[in-house]
T-cell receptor, first 115, second 114 residues
């Protein structure tokens, strides 16, 4: 149980285009999902907290207009990188909070390469 | 402020040897503590967690961790390391309620040699 699916696993796009990343909880409902960014050989940097049916809460320094988060259902949250630039190239990971106890289950991550 | 410190950036152990990865935390409330493992290019897998009760917790893949409140530590151990254990290990701390995110350490990379 507690499986989180993240898609796509790898995407290459041209500078200026937008990319959408999906995060799904497959066997549980997740009222809260988190989006992280990870640079090579670094820890996870929290970007935003996504709550179903409400606006996401962004961490300081994260541009909300650039990283659009939608959490329209209890099993799906999406992160859209708008007008992507090479500096947005990174590994993006989502997690979903299952039940009580603040246990988070992670997706496999999406590697974004912007050319 | 909440923080997690993993003092060792990189550890190399021989296959079959024992392993201990260190984790110290700073947290204002009763902490929930976690260890996750990440293989290259992958997401994070939960190894074990501590919420309350017995301070020695068992996890998957033969790992265990001990919560020591007096030392603000939650070190991860394994008696005999396998080559497949080579990965990045993250310690994290969080609250037991609300939609609060976890705070992660910077990670410890484990290499296993024959």
């Amino acid at each position: 149980g507690a499986v989180v699916s993240q898609h796509p696993s790898w995407v290459i796009c041209k500078s200026g285009t937008s990319v959408k990343i999906e995060c799904r909880s497959l066997d549980f409902q997740a009222t809260t999902m988190f989006w992280y960014r990870q640079f090579p050989k670094q820890s996870l940097m929290l970007m935003a907290t996504s709550n179903e049916g409400s606006k996401a809460t962004y961490e300081q320094g994260v541009e909300k207009d650039k990283f659009l988060i939608n959490h329209a259902s209890l099993t799906l949250s999406t992160l859209t990188v708008t007008s992507a630039h090479p500096e947005d190239s990174s590994f993006y990971i989502c997690s979903a909070r299952a039940g009580t106890g603040n246990i988070q289950y992670f997706g496999a991550g999406t590697r974004l390469s912007v050319l | 402020a909440q923080s997690v410190t993993q003092p060792d950036i990189h550890i190399t152990v021989s296959e079959g040897a024992s392993l201990e990865l260190r984790c110290n935390y700073s947290y204002g409330a009763t902490p929930y503590l976690f260890w996750y493992v990440q293989s290259p290019g992958q997401g994070l897998q939960l190894l074990l967690k501590y919420f309350s009760g017995d301070t020695l917790v068992q996890g998957i893949k033969g790992f265990e961790a001990e919560f020591k409140r007096s030392q603000s530590s939650f070190n991860l151990r394994k008696p005999s390391v396998h080559w497949s254990d080579a990965a990045e290990y993250f310690c994290a701390v969080g609250r037991n309620s609300g939609n609060t995110p976890l705070v992660f350490g910077k990670g410890t990379r484990l290499s296993v040699i024959a």
